[in-house]
Each structure stands twice: as structure tokens, then as C-alpha cells.
């Protein structure tokens, strides 16, 4: 099972940028379906985002046009870019890799990595 570390998170302002990366434990050329979920406090867990091997991208709809999924195969790491930063995208962000045409409900996996924090805040 491919392992996953996010990492890039920290606390922004209103309008700002951030960067999270995802670094798989081996190749991810394989994984047809990545992408990123995230848990606000308070709320249950939902789907932000899917890439796949193509390189085809989904977003929700709160996060369109604000954040861009990319991943790069060679170096086994997915990025989600972040701008226009709002308070309500204030979360932890988890990143999966899933071998069907797109990312499932969040409550198909059992188990999550620790994530990545995200505070957008003045």
C-alpha cells in the first residue's frame, strides 16, 4: 500500500497562497486516482480535488478556479497550489490515492495520515 505524507500547511492571510505537497513511498505512475480531501473543525470530512494519470482534475465547487492539483509521476509527488485563500478553506488537508477512474467518498477509507493544517486568518 502506497504511503502518503502531506506537508505545506500553515497559517495564511485572507487572499494569500500556499503550496501542500504529497509524497508517495513509491511510484504513483500507477495510481490512476489522486487527490485531496480536507476536514474542517467542526465538520465532517470532504472531497476537495482528484487528478489522474491523465491528468484530468475535478475540483468542488468552493475551490474552483482558487486551487490547482497537479502531480508529478517522476518524483512520486502530487501539489495542490492554494490561492485566493479564504477563511472557510481553514482545515486539515489529507491527500489518497485510489485505483478507480476518481477519488471515492471520503468514508470508503478506514484510515488517514495526519494531514496537513491549514488556517486562513487575519
Known amino acids: 500500500q502506497v504511503q502518503l505524507v502531506e506537508s505545506g500547511g500553515g497559517l495564511v492571510q485572507p487572499g494569500g497562497s500556499l503550496r501542500l505537497s504529497c509524497a508517495a513511498s513509491?511510484?504513483?505512475?500507477?495510481?490512476?486516482?489522486m487527490g485531496w480531501y480536507r476536514q474542517a473543525p467542526g465538520k465532517q470530512r470532504e472531497w476537495v480535488t482528484t487528478?489522474?494519470?491523465?491528468?484530468?482534475?475535478n475540483y468542488v465547487g468552493s475551490v474552483r478556479g482558487r486551487f490547482t492539483v497537479s502531480r508529478d509521476n517522476a518524483e512520486n509527488t502530487m501539489y495542490l497550489q492554494m490561492n485566493n485563500l479564504k477563511p472557510e478553506d481553514t482545515a486539515v488537508y489529507y491527500c489518497k490515492a485510489y485505483n478507480g477512474p476518481t477519488m471515492p467518498h471520503p468514508s470508503w477509507f478506514d484510515s488517514w495520515g495526519q494531514g496537513t493544517q491549514v488556517t486562513v486568518s487575519s
Open positions: 513509491e511510484t504513483i505512475f500507477s495510481m490512476n486516482a
Open positions: 487528478i489522474t494519470q491523465s491528468g484530468s482534475t
